[in-house]
Structure formats: C-alpha cells, structure tokens
C-alpha cells in the first residue's frame, strides 16, 4: 500500500488537475490499495478553492482512497461557518476573499456595512447558500492527523516538546516551532506535513517537508510513502 500525501494547494486548480494526473497514471498506484491523503490548506489565496473541493470530491466519488486533512485556512472557515465566529478581519489577512470569489460572493459588499454581529451573519448565510451540502460535509469531516506505521500526517507538524499523544489542536494546525525545523529534530514516527512554504522540499530522517507554496510558486508537491521501506518518491505537477 502506497501513501500519497499531497501539500497545501490553496485554491490551486490547474496544479492540482496535473498533479492528480501524475498520480493516478502512476507507475506504482493501486487503485484499490492505495491512499491519497491532503494534508489541508485546501482554499484562500489562489482563485479556485470551490473547484479544488469540487474536483477532490470527484476522485472520491469515482472511489479513490483518501483521506483529508484540515489546514489552519480551512480551520478559518469552519470557524466561521459552524462555530459562528466573527473572524473575517482575520481571516482576509489569510486570502479569505478569493475563497469568496470562488463561491460568487464579493466580501467587499458586505463588509463595507461594518463588522458588527449582524452584517457578519448575514455574509455567513450567504455563503451557507452557496455551498452545496457535499462542500459542507467536506468541511465537516476534516480529520487533523492520519497515522501508520512509520509516519505521522499531519498540516503543520508537532511540538517537538510533547509525546505524540499530547500534542494538541493548535500543534497540529499551526505549529512553527523551531525545534521543529531543525535537522537533528527526531520523533516517534517521521512526520509529513505543509504549512511553511519551502523552497526545497525538506527530505529529514524525520521529518519531510512537502509545501512547495504553490499560490506563488506554481508547484504543487506529493510524495509518495510505504511503510514496506524507506523509500521516498517525490511528484510535482
């Protein structure tokens, strides 16, 4: 069984189409056996958030094997929409307007009113009517970890300080330790995540690094993992 973990793609569309191309016409991929696994940061900054979810939920309904991830982006949103949070001045200094382009709406028409309880309420609504219920369910069902063997997936990484049964949400989601980063950093498992975009990928004993910052780079990273050796394939689109 194969492992195919895929990087932050933030509305990526094109990058994603010819990354899940290179998969799945890949020499090693076992439609039956094999499992692609997004490690979250699927919407704001590029342009086509709702047609990322759109195209991840094609492949799982023409039943690819995977399993998704949430990224602090897409934490954003589901803050927003189920928890009812009034974040969006926060959420804009992440790219949250062109996840709303992506789903017709122009923040600025709404926010031009204020911040208040009411005007936000009425931009959540909006949006709620936007969504299909399969986008929302998407949301929804976000896992924050998936574990084997011999790794970790997880959006942002761990706290080097903690044992991996107590590492936490915020770990999980947003972490950036500095331990973290360093070569000598050593783990129960190797951890695989995004998060912090890299110019090279990070290819660590421990620790495997695949954000490529595609919005600004325009590439999209997967490595592909087994817990049958120690190989590391890497594909880009």
């Known amino acids: 069984m194969n492992f195919f973990a895929i ?9 994603l189409t010819l990354l899940h191309k290179k998969i799945l016409t890949y020499d090693k991929f076992d439609v039956k056996k094999d499992l692609l ?6 919407i704001d900054r590029g342009k086509n958030s709702k047609e990322v979810i759109n195209q991840i939920l094609k492949l799982k309904n023409n039943n690819i094997k995977m399993i998704n991830l949430m990224g602090n982006h897409d934490e954003f949103m589901i803050d927003f929409i189920f928890n009812k949070n009034n974040n969006i001045k926060n959420w804009l200094n992440f790219g949250a307007d062109q996840t709303f382009k992506s789903y017709d709406i122009e923040i600025v028409e ?4 204020g911040f208040e309880d009411n005007v936000i ?5 909006h949006l709620l009517s936007k969504m299909e219920d399969s986008h929302i369910n998407f949301f929804k069902t976000l896992d924050f970890t998936y574990s084997t063997k011999n790794y970790l997936f997880v ?3 761990i706290d080097p300080n903690k044992k991996l049964l107590d590492q936490v949400k915020k770990d999980y989601l ?10 000598n950093f ?3 498992k190797i951890i695989v995540h995004g998060h912090t975009p890299e110019e090279k990928i990070t290819n660590d004993p421990y620790r495997i690094n695949i954000d ?15 817990d049958n050796d120690d190989s590391r394939i890497f594909l880009n689109n």
Do not use: M, P, Q
């Open 7 to 15: 990087g932050d793609i933030h509305g990526c569309l094109n990058e």
């Open 37 to 42: 696994i997004y490690l979250g940061d699927y």
């Open 110 to 113: 709404f926010i031009k009113e």
């Open 121 to 125: 309420n009425k931009l959540r609504e």
């Open 155 to 157: 959006h942002a990484g």
């Open 174 to 183: 947003w972490t950036r330790s500095s331990e973290f980063f360093k070569k």
């Open 186 to 188: 050593k783990a129960e």
């Open 212 to 226: 490529s910052g595609c919005y600004f780079s325009g590439k999209l990273t997967c490595v592909c993992l087994t």
